[in-house]
């Protein structure tokens, strides 16, 4: 089983039986809705989420791995609030006063819950795309989409833009897949998790990840010639 952000998870379910099609026209389609409809559609899309999931059958790693960066993030975001609220009271309120300010205008605030909360909804949704939608039925979709609308305007028949989409939906899950691939070599030979390991592997993630996009590019022009 892969264990990298929006992995593929192969499996026999009703959901990955649905045309990987229809998948990909709800997927832009619920993304908008998740952030201009009210709040109470992204409640129920969430609890939607939440029985699906379980029918699934997804394993707490799996959704784990695949939310981890929008916990970071929405880590990040409280924590950057917090101690920006603090360091702007403690010029006027004492020490005690301005953490506990701080905590009320960071955690109670309305308008960044709802937000992080819609994007948390958002990557939920990408998430279950993803693995219940392999790569090749997603290239395969857009392929025949395209292929659809070219035939009815009399263009030819080349993939032109649905290899370039294919390649931007694909490109999250191949990234993480590859940091993965680096993390576990670095575990390998004793290396710790820390920032020195981000330092030393993130460099090497550019390199490898641009000679396989130029693989990548090679391939799709030698199929096209």
Known sequence: MNNF???????????????????????????FLTFFLPLEFCLSLFFVQLILVMILRFSAKEI?????????????????????IFFV??????FCESMIQSCKNTFWDKNTFISLFRIFVLVQTSSIFFKTT???????SVESIELFIRKIFGAKDECLFSDCVSLFITFIPRTFELWNQLVLSWKVRGGKIGLRMIFVLFPILISIGLKKARETTN???????
């Not at 952000?5 to 993304?31: A, D, E, G, Q, R």
């Not at 009271?89 to 004492?94: D, F, Q, V, Y």
């Open 64 to 84: 784990l791995t695949d939310l981890a960066p929008i916990i970071f993030y929405i880590f990040l975001v409280y924590f950057a609030n917090f101690w920006g």
């Open 5 to 31: 952000v929006f992995s593929y998870s192969n499996k026999n379910t009703f959901f990955h039986k649905i045309n990987p099609t229809v998948k990909l026209f709800l997927l832009p389609v619920l993304s």
């Open 219 to 225: 391939a799709i022009l030698n199929r096209r010639s």
């Open 134 to 140: 392999s790569s090749e039925k997603i290239k395969a």
């Open 89 to 94: 009271l403690i010029k006027e309120l004492t």
